[in-house]
């Protein structure tokens, strides 16, 4: 066994987690167990070796190529270099299973690992957007770079969840295309491409949510970010619009929408009605975990489930 693999590797950011934590020991509700438990950090939102790589076949090597085309702008260097590393291990990969069944410690390492190192710097391009406490904070977005990467790592907690992996696995059950072998790839290209689309949206809005009150907090899931628009859809099933949700503690919250409406940096304070109302629709979008800062909070939520 190599020494440098990650075997829990987490969807959900741990450090994101720990604005809802007290010495990494976080309330979650576990749809397996229908309970609310205490548990550390390290268990939840995380599956064993999730940021693999997996040989795939060449139908999964078409429709990647496919989808690699299709991509325009600054990023298209980025993804066809990140695909040309892909295709490498993958002819790697086939040539080490018609020689042996011992896969070399170097190449175990690689498939394992997968993307987790990547996955670790995209994480860590939403530092300063979990750090917002008030609306100034909100201002790094003027950097364009800083503005890039947050709004990548944004984009990335969307889609690198285990909810958006299992739901595109079901959409493409009875398909000759095993998505599930290359979903890990398509997260990244994915979320490359939104938040490069958003970034040269002139309406972008950046809003601070805040609780200040003690009655109500924010609540959290395995889905963290979500699109409070996501039911309107059209005649494609896709979402006509878009507006992120992202809860960043138990007091605070970022809403990023697209409109001509207001300053580009706003800050609301929140009543308990509009609190209950965002924690309910993050309830909708949960997959296999829930989190509160505490067990009431928690209890008040998911008793019908438990």
């Not at 309330?27 to 950090?41: C, G, P, S, V």
């Not at 944004?154 to 599930?180: A, V």
């Not at 290359?182 to 309406?203: E, M, R």
Request: aromatic fraction near 12%; include cysteine.
């Amino acid at each position: 066994m190599a020494n440098n693999i990650t075997k829990r590797q987490h969807y959900v950011w741990r450090n994101y987690l720990r604005a809802w934590a007290n010495d990494d020991v976080i309330y979650a509700y576990i749809k397996m167990k229908q309970d609310i438990i205490q548990t550390e950090l390290m268990n939840v939102a995380q599956k064993r070796y999730f940021n693999n790589i997996e040989k795939f076949d060449a139908t999964e090597e078409k429709f990647l190529k496919y989808t690699c085309s299709k991509i325009k702008g600054p990023i298209k260097k980025i993804v066809d270099d990140l695909f040309a590393i892909l295709d490498i291990y993958n002819g790697v990969k086939k040539i080490q299973e018609e020689i042996t069944d011992e896969v070399p410690k170097p190449l175990e390492e690689i498939e394992k690992n997968g993307f987790e190192l990547l996955h670790s710097e995209i994480e860590g391009h939403g530092s300063n957007l979990i750090a917002c406490r008030k609306k100034e904070d909100l201002y790094f977005f003027d950097n364009e770079m800083q503005k890039y990467k947050a709004l990548m790592y944004i984009c990335f907690q969307y889609f690198r969840t285990k909810k958006q992996k299992d739901s595109q696995i079901k959409n493409f059950e009875g398909t000759p295309l095993d998505i599930g072998k290359i979903y890990n790839f398509l997260a990244i290209t994915s979320a490359a491409q939104v938040a490069q689309n958003i970034s040269f949206d002139p309406k972008i809005r950046y809003c601070l949510l805040e609780i200040t009150n003690n009655e109500i907090s924010f609540i959290t899931g395995d889905q963290p970010v979500i699109n409070l628009v996501a039911d309107d859809v059209d005649d494609e099933g896709g979402a006509k619009d878009l507006v992120f949700y992202y809860p960043i503690s138990p007091k605070h919250a970022i809403k990023i929408e697209f409109n001509d409406l207001g300053e580009k940096y706003q800050h609301r304070e929140l009543s308990v009605e509009e609190v209950d109302d965002l924690n309910k629709k993050m309830i909708n979008e949960y997959h296999e975990f829930i989190f509160a800062d505490s067990h009431e909070q928690l209890n008040s939520y998911t008793q019908h489930f438990v």
